[in-house]
T-cell receptor, first 112, second 113 residues
């Protein structure tokens, strides 16, 4: 069974640009969550999608958004990038009625 | 606000030593607590604890939850260099069926040969 796949693995963007990250969950998993990981703040919850609906959202500005498609694949978008958005963005999928989250390898975003 | 504190933040030991990592939490509607190991990028699942006082074991790793003290510990016996990683604790605050984990900042374990 394939794991959670995130693309791209690495990304360098300039301040003010926008970026879209993609996540394909494990087959059969309908819940997809996104996390931001920085050295100072650790892993912080961004949002969670289930059946194309955002079920929960963390404390991040509106520049961070996401969506989920009918095949459970998810994308997150960050607009007007700031230097502080440089981080590892991790996506996790969860099986039905189970809290255990399976993580992808992440996308390392660097904003210059 | 949900809060998770892990200690120590960093630990350096020699192969063969036994270590205990601590996690204390304050979350609303606590449902379970998960432990993850992060070596390079993707955190990998270790344990999920839902009941107080019941130890879960996997090889040299074991973990236990104390709901009264709002804490959990992760023990690693006979450590190996391959145990070097960041260990993350994540309580799950039940929020209407939503899957959201609140992570601590982790304990960075370094095992020297």
């Amino acid at each position: 069974k394939a794991g959670v796949t995130q693309t791209p693995r690495y990304l360098i963007k300039t301040r003010g640009q926008q970026v879209t990250l993609s996540c394909s969950p494990i087959s059969g998993h309908r819940s997809v969550s996104w996390y931001q990981q920085t050295p100072g703040q650790g892993l912080q919850f961004l949002f969670e999608y289930f059946s194309e609906t955002q079920r929960n959202k963390g404390n991040f500005p509106g520049r961070f958004s996401g969506r989920q498609f009918s095949n459970s694949r998810s994308e997150m978008n960050v607009s007007t990038l700031e230097l502080g958005d440089s981080a590892l963005y991790l996506c996790a999928s969860s099986p039905p009625r189970n809290t255990e989250a399976f993580f992808g390898q992440g996308t390392r975003l660097t904003v210059v | 606000e949900d809060k998770v504190v892990q200690s120590p933040l960093s630990l350096v030991v020699h192969e063969g030593d036994t270590v205990t990592l601590n996690c204390s939490y304050e979350v609303t509607n606590f449902r379970s607590l998960l432990w993850y190991k992060q070596e390079k990028k993707a955190p990998t699942f270790l344990f999920m604890l839902t009941s107080s006082g019941i130890e879960k074991k996997s090889g040299r790793l074991s973990s236990i939850l104390d709901k009264k003290e709002l804490s959990s510990i992760l023990n690693i016996t006979a450590t190996q260099t391959g145990d070097s990683a960041i260990y993350l604790c994540a309580p799950d605050p039940f929020q209407g069926g939503s899957e959201k984990l609140v992570f601590g900042k982790g304990t960075k374990l370094t095992v020297n040969p």
